[in-house]
């Protein structure tokens, strides 16, 4: 079992930055692929950002391509999400998760690929 915690979340005006962390405890002795994803009212959870278990390989969403970077301290098992240029669009709960996985360069898209989510944490970004 893995646990999740993000924090980092909050109010921000429309151009600001914010840096959302997740902290992973329990069997992080495994390789786990992790990424986040945010839902915002009345819309479906989406797929932000996603790294590989190694870190050497990561993807992230058009919407957020050149504004939003995806990263992880392995030594500290916790993985960041700096966000850049954020835009109201962008409200919404932000979730990470995780997925264990013996391929350290693979990295998930799709929510259901993952087992391991932590309870979410609100952004807001005001016009």
């Known amino acids: 079992q893995v646990q999740l915690v993000e924090s980092g979340g909050g109010l921000v005006q429309a151009g600001g930055s914010l840096r959302l962390s997740c902290a992973a405890s329990g069997r992080t002795s495994n390789n786990y692929a992790m990424g986040w994803f945010r839902q915002a009212p009345g819309k479906e959870r989406e797929f932000v950002a996603a790294i590989s278990a190694s870190g050497k390989t990561a993807s992230s969403a058009n919407s957020v391509k050149g504004r939003f970077t995806i990263s992880r301290d392995n030594a500290k098992n916790t993985m960041y999400l700096q966000m850049n240029s954020l835009k109201p669009e962008d409200t919404a709960v932000y979730y990470c998760?995780?997925?264990?996985?013996?391929?350290?360069?693979?990295?998930?898209?799709?929510?259901?690929?993952?087992?391991?989510w932590g309870q979410g944490t609100q952004v807001t970004v005001s016009s």
């Open positions: 998760a995780a997925q264990t996985t013996y391929l350290t360069t693979t990295y998930y898209l799709n929510s259901n690929q993952y087992s391991y």
